[in-house]
């Protein structure tokens, strides 16, 4: 699109879909539709041809924002919490459902890159629709077969009424945990869980004001009002409250993650893309990735994990994984640093105004992407396990578009720390570090900043993982959980003729 390296990089992480940003601007743009055009020719985009542009992709992402959460709770639910051997088997499906997705990445970037580098961008779309048509024919021959459960509401309108409900009584004070309110649970297939100390301004929410009506007055008041809340749906907040630390150190990481596909890519088109007779496009060295990905799974499926569970009895936990992928995605950067500076070491001499390139050979790039991929295995699907495990039964899907929110969140940090970089950078007439020649830049410091960033982000990532507790779900006849309570002892009520009086009232009101 004639952009600066600086201007290609944060246009690729605010909105991903390299192929597609080309495409789009290509359809619109005929004058440029070969690479051999004329580049003086060739105009940047408008602003109504970039607001067409950027409105198409977002329709995309918010297909995507939709079906990813959505899919992995779903698959989840498939398996019983409940049964040890079916737990095993969700831990594989989310390995199984990542693969997936690299699978269908894989036919892209070979497939549909090369028919795209052709100009045949008419059959790339019509591979691409054809591909989500056969996607949503498989979904549906499974409908029959498929294990479901009753929604458990808006998760906002949860979250929100423990909010609110707590603002509420805020000059209340919280009694004991056996003194909150819970339903018996006969009408809600979600299971309750154990009360836990922390944020105990938000156990106002479920604090009973009027403990003599009876246990069905008590769900129709909670059904009509915003107070009280029962002490699962507090709990529900504070799992997530709890989850909210280990999800910015998640964001950390996803910042090094975005660097595959802007930065790595520049790189590469400053690198010998000779291989053989072969041109590779250095947007398709996203292969190595793939296979990195999948390698990986297949390496801790049946190598680590059966190893750690024969010598060590154990398993990693997600936690664990995820601290690994951290690992993982530091030496990353720390070898792509490495490249760069090789890449400059054989660059090649040329005008001031032709584009940088270098002898060293594209396929040195390899490590990176397949390292890259690695930590993907570890951090990205045991997050998804990690937060479909500790989330509320009726905030699955919330849960799970935390991984999400994950990815999009380290793409909009990594524009700005690209933005920041080049300033700081390139001040006082010197070129910054991603320049647009790249051979008068240093985008090995760049790597190295993003592999020392990822390092504070483990660090913090461990301190969080130390502190972290885990959700506890109350046994369905355990003695300990906690009914309507009923009486005035905790002294919260009215006695007397005036507390029939507000029972009277209140019923009078439910009734109505």
């Known amino acids: 699109m004639h952009m600066k390296n600086v201007d290609a990089a944060n246009r690729v992480s605010n909105w991903g879909l390299v192929e597609l940003s080309f495409t789009s601007y290509y359809l619109l743009r005929n004058s440029c539709y070969s690479y051999e055009a004329n580049s003086k020719s060739c105009k940047t985009p408008t602003h109504f041809e970039a607001l067409i542009l ?51 990445s894989l036919f892209s970037d070979i497939v549909l890159t090369y028919l795209q580098d052709k100009g045949r961008w008419a059959l790339s779309f019509a591979f691409s629709a054809a591909a989500s048509f056969l996607g949503v024919i498989l979904f549906f021959s499974g409908t029959l077969h498929f294990r479901y459960f009753n929604p458990g509401g808006n998760p906002l309108v949860r979250i ?172 990353a950067m720390f070898s792509a640093g490495l490249v760069e500076i090789y890449r400059l070491k054989h660059q090649r001499v040329c005008a001031n105004r032709c584009k940088a390139s270098s002898s060293l050979s594209i396929l040195w790039q390899m490590p990176q992407y397949v390292l890259v991929g690695g930590s993907e295995v570890f951090t990205y699907v045991g997050m998804m396990e990690f937060f479909n495990k500790e989330s509320p039964d009726g905030l699955k899907s919330f849960a799970s578009a935390l991984y999400v929110a994950s990815m999009s969140a380290g793409s909009f940090l990594s524009e700005l720390i690209v933005t920041v970089i080049i ?68 002294g919260l009520g009215t006695n007397g003729d005036e507390e029939v009086t507000q029972i009277e009232e209140i019923e009078v009101y439910l009734e109505a």
Request: hydrophobic residues 45%; aromatic residues 12%; charged residues 20%.
């Open 423 to 490: 300033k700081a950078s390139g001040k006082e007439s010197r070129e910054s570090w991603i320049a647009d020649n790249l051979n008068h830049g240093r985008m090995d410091n760049f790597y190295f900043l993003i592999g020392l960033l990822n390092v504070l982000g483990f660090i913090l990532f461990v301190l969080c993982a130390k502190r972290y507790r885990g959700i506890q779900f109350a046994g369905h006849n355990d003695e300990n959980e906690n009914p309507v309570i009923k009486g005035s002892e905790d």
């Open 54 to 104: 950027y409105m198409s992709i977002y329709q995309i992402a918010l297909g995507n924002g939709g079906y990813q959460p959505a899919m992995t709770a779903f698959g989840a639910d498939q398996f019983d919490a409940e049964s040890l051997e079916e737990q095993n088997s969700k831990m594989a499906f989310f390995s199984y459902f990542f693969v997936a997705n690299n699978v269908g």
């Open 160 to 331: 929100s009424q423990v909010i609110v409900a707590s603002v509420e009584n805020r000059m209340v004070k919280a009694p004991q945990a056996e003194y909150l309110y819970e339903d018996d649970g006969k009408n809600c297939s979600m299971r309750k869980i154990v009360h836990t100390p922390e944020f105990k301004c938000l156990d106002k929410a479920a604090v009973v004001l009027h403990p003599a009506l009876s246990s069905e007055s008590m769900q129709k008041v909670s059904s009509k009002q915003w107070a009280p809340c029962t002490v699962t749906q507090v709990e529900e907040v504070k799992c997530i409250l709890r989850l909210f630390p280990i999800w910015i150190c998640t964001v950390v990481y996803s910042i090094a993650y975005n660097q595959m596909s802007s930065v790595f890519i520049e790189q590469g088109e400053a690198m010998n893309k000779a291989v053989s007779n072969l041109q590779i496009p250095p947007g398709s060295m996203n292969v190595f990735e793939i296979l990195g990905v999948s390698g990986f799974i297949v390496l801790y499926q049946f190598c680590i994990s059966p190893f750690m569970l024969k010598v060590l009895k154990k398993d990693l936990t997600e936690l664990q994984r995820m601290g690994i992928g951290f690992i993982v995605s530091v030496v």
